[in-house]
């Protein structure tokens, strides 16, 4: 699966309350996903900052000790700061802790990937847990991983329960990327179909060959109008995914989800 690219730190702080927020987080967003260390010219050109913003941003991240400087090469890379900030967090989420076991269940039955995500709104979904099967050929991500909200078959769940107007959701499906599109009119029939059923199913349309099952999660319970918070996502090739196994791999995905709400209402 491939990372949703951020907006320019320039575009966000425009709308921001805090813009100097704003590019500190873009700035760590960046670092986060390069594999090599950047220069200040590099990352001011990636987030259409001017140099001496960028500049000024980074040395106060430094201070923060959630960014390194090496002298040696003038290059700035994640400190280990931030393993702090997300070790605390991973701490206090119960989500996680509970999800585990069952994508692990999952992974292992079906020799799949399964994926935890924690849902923002339409704006994005955060990949926050993970387990890989044993089979020499699989899909995977990383833990931290930002896409698109109505990406594959958890932007349908979104959609599904999410309660938007067409006016919110058009806009943002018209601007994902598909390795084979659906219309606006398959995918809301995939949609309904998602909210009909309880989990939403992605046959190619996201990456060609591959299946997504994913069902939602609600942190506090089902009640009317609330909208998903989490969702439990398993990703596929082949037999795993198709003909008999997938009616049952959507019966676990599904009693999963349902059992994870049960706990994180409590």
């Not at 010219?41 to 500049?55: D, K, N």
């Not at 349309?205 to 609600?218: E, F, L, Q, R």
Request: aromatic share 6%; glycine share 8%.
């Amino acid at each position: 699966m491939t990372e949703s690219s951020d907006p320019s730190a320039a575009d966000t702080a425009k709308t921001s309350k805090a813009p100097a927020i704003a590019r500190a987080a873009a700035v760590l967003r960046l670092l986060g996903k390069s594999d090599t260390p950047l220069g200040v010219q590099a990352i001011a050109r990636e987030l259409g900052l001017v140099p001496s913003t960028c500049l000024y941003v980074l040395r106060a991240l430094v201070t923060e000790e959630l960014v390194a400087f090496d002298p040696a090469t003038k290059r700035y890379t994640l400190a280990s700061g931030v393993l702090t900030l997300a070790r605390n967090w991973l701490r206090r989420d119960q989500f996680n802790d509970l999800a585990q076991p069952a994508l692990d269940r999952i992974s292992q039955e079906f020799g799949l990937t399964t994926l935890g995500v924690q849902i923002f709104g339409l704006q994005h979904i955060v990949v926050t847990a993970m387990s890989q099967s044993s089979q020499n050929f699989q899909l995977s991500t990383q833990v931290g991983s930002r896409f698109p909200a109505l990406v594959s078959a958890t932007g349908r769940c979104i959609a599904a329960y999410g309660n938007y107007p067409d006016s919110e959701l058009k806009p943002r499906f018209a601007k994902l990327r598909w390795d084979e599109a659906p219309t606006w009119e398959e995918w809301k029939a995939q949609v309904e179909e998602a909210r009909e059923t309880g989990i939403a199913v992605d046959a190619g349309h996201y990456i060609s060959g591959v299946t997504v099952a994913a069902a939602p999660v609600w942190k506090g319970g089902h009640r009317d109008g609330a909208r998903p918070t989490h969702a439990l996502v398993a990703i596929g090739l082949g037999a795993a995914v198709r003909g008999e196994n997938l009616p049952h791999l959507r019966e676990a995905l599904l009693s999963s989800a349902r059992s994870l709400t049960e706990q994180l209402s409590d």
